[in-house]
């Protein structure tokens, strides 16, 4: 036991002075780091680099971010808070806090831009042992970006011990950059083979500058050529993954305008009512999902689950009190109907900016949908948008079944058919209506909720859907769920591939001067309902 007690001790005084010998090396470093010029410091740095310590690391990236100091009295090197007008500063190589102080009472330890790419190796250098597999991915990336052909072995080991297939993958991209750098042939075309099986748009601008620094060389004939090649082939990649691209976006776009749209085709359908509150519908959804979150503040990952039921309760409650209280009494009047509408819709904008303020409210996005996944380095899809575009498949089908498989959905499609035959059939088609529109408007305030993570939440949030969810209604065909969900597919991607033409505005233009036309030729639609009363009658 006394020679175990011993042997600790030992190890423990061997420790401390290697922590001491750092501390001692990393203060005469800083010391003269201090009182250096720029021609110097680049070897002092590399000094520290040389220290291989989490401390020496944290220096470094103090120092490139431009937060290390000394004090002018004391010359002891800090880190630097800014705090109000103060400076809260901290030892460098103890931790300990010093306190605040003005600005006059320190000095910076600038760099220049050399210097500071220099620090930006350095740093990478230390972090490709980082145990953190972004940290070792961001240094390879950085290593990349620097045409240090020096550090070539350095990647060269590190490939060698490298376990993580994301990290190896550009540890490699790295080192075909760094073999374009060698003037060695072989080295030169092992580079240029890997990357053409890469195909990454992050590598032309580094193939480009091989080309123009060999392009008059006559040893290096064979390999511009290649590069050249290889440059044409990422560009033609570019221009497929971005077509990949538009498509996906229209597909988002298109899933948007489905769940927003697909309560008013519905209602429309059924009754034929011109709902001008139907935006609102997806604002109260939009606001449920604010007020969950405020309520649920631990909870954020699941709020979205907790407020989809509570968004169509809320949202189908008051679409079957404004049924009842007011639209009832104005069946076979549209005009009047539209009006009534479009009073509920400012009454509630104005209830909202009156209850949550005018201003836009935050709504957090859960962590499952935050990120992207890369499909390639061309292309990078958005979880929050995949999600959405799987979500609105998902009312589809829900919808569909509701509708061809259940009692009150073969009632819903009586009566979108023939009013009159359906009520004389004994089905009550007031209560039809009711259950109808508080069944739109919960699709609707279930569309808010999706849309409270890809847009801002306020009081005009309805406003801006609700001349995209009758130009889908009109051109699906009323009340066809079919027809809403290939509308709204069909004008999303077809704006989605003229906006890198037109602009945004010219493109919603476009699509509407194209709607026009098209119900021009056909009125009731893509997928008219067949055997549809022409007009309502009570």
């Known amino acids: 036991m006394n020679i175990f007690v011993k042997l600790m001790i030992c190890v423990s005084v061997v420790l401390s002075l290697i922590n001491i010998s750092y501390a001692n090396n990393l203060d005469d470093i800083l010391s003269a780091l201090q009182k250096a010029k720029f021609s ?3 070897d002092l740095l590399s000094q520290i680099a040389d220290i291989k310590s989490n401390r020496s690391l944290i220096i470094l990236q103090h120092i490139e971010s431009g937060n290390l100091y000394y004090t002018k009295n004391e010359k002891i090197t800090v880190y630097a808070e800014k705090i109000d007008k103060n400076y809260k500063i901290t030892d460098i190589l103890t931790g300990n806090n010093l306190g605040q102080v003005k600005k006059n009472k320190i000095k910076r330890i600038s760099l220049n831009n050399k210097l500071r790419k220099h620090v930006r190796v350095l740093i990478a250098k230390a972090s490709l042992v980082s145990e953190d597999k972004n ?14 052909f020096e ?10 011990n490298e376990k993580n297939k994301s990290v190896i993958k550009e540890l490699y991209k790295t080192q075909a950059r760094l073999y374009l750098l060698s003037g060695d042939k072989l080295l030169i075309n092992k580079s240029l083979e890997y990357l053409v099986k890469t195909t990454d748009p992050g590598v032309i601008s580094v193939v480009n500058q091989f080309v123009e620094k060999n392009k008059n060389e006559n040893n290096f004939k064979l390999e511009v050529s290649k590069a050249i090649e290889l440059i044409n082939k990422i560009n033609s990649n570019i221009k497929f993954y971005k077509l990949l691209e538009n498509l996906f976006f229209g597909l988002s776009l298109g899933s948007v305008l489905f769940i927003a749209a697909v309560g008013l085709a519905i209602t429309f359908g059924v009754m034929g009512v011109i709902n001008m509150a139907h935006g609102e519908m997806i604002m109260i959804g939009a606001y449920t999902t604010y007020v969950t979150q405020l309520i649920f503040p631990s909870f954020i990952e699941y709020s979205l689950f907790i407020a989809l039921p509570f968004s169509f309760l809320i949202a189908g409650f008051m679409g079957v009190l404004i049924e009842r209280l007011i639209i009832r009494h104005l069946y076979g009047r549209p005009l009047e109907t539209l009006l009534a509408t479009f009073g509920i819709s400012l009454f509630l904008q104005q209830l909202v900016r009156s209850i949550f ?9 859960p962590q499952w949908m935050s990120g992207m996944i890369e499909i390639h380095p061309a292309l990078s899809l958005s979880f929050g948008r995949l999600y959405i575009l799987a979500f609105s498949i998902m009312i589809f089908i829900f919808l569909l ?13 009586a009566v979108m058919q023939n009013r009159s035959m359906a009520r004389s059939m004994g089905i009550k088609t007031n209560w039809v209506d009711s259950l109808t529109f508080g069944l739109g408007s919960g699709i609707a305030g279930i569309a808010g909720v999706a849309l409270s993570q890809i847009t801002n939440v306020g009081p005009n949030l309805g406003q801006s859907y609700i001349i995209d969810c009758f130009m889908v209604v009109v051109f699906g065909g009323v009340g066809n769920l079919w027809g809403t969900l290939s509308g709204a597919f069909i004008l999303g991607i077809g704006n989605k591939f003229l906006e890198p033409y037109s602009g945004a505005v010219l493109a919603k233009i476009i699509t509407l001067i194209f709607l026009i036309l098209f119900i021009q030729k056909r009125p009731k639609g893509m997928f008219a309902l067949k055997g549809r009363a022409a007009e309502i009658n009570q």
């Not at 079944?401 to 819903?412: A, D, P, Q």
């Open 135 to 148: 940290i070792r991915i961001n240094a390879a990336k950085t290593i990349f970006e620097s045409s240090s």
């Open 357 to 365: 303020s005018p201003i836009n409210m935050p709504v957090s996005t």
């Open 401 to 413: 079944v509701l509708l061809k498989k259940s009692h009150f959905g073969i009632e819903v499609r």
């Open 40 to 42: 110097e410091k680049e």
């Open 151 to 160: 550090l070539l072995p350095l990647i060269d080991r590190s490939l060698v």
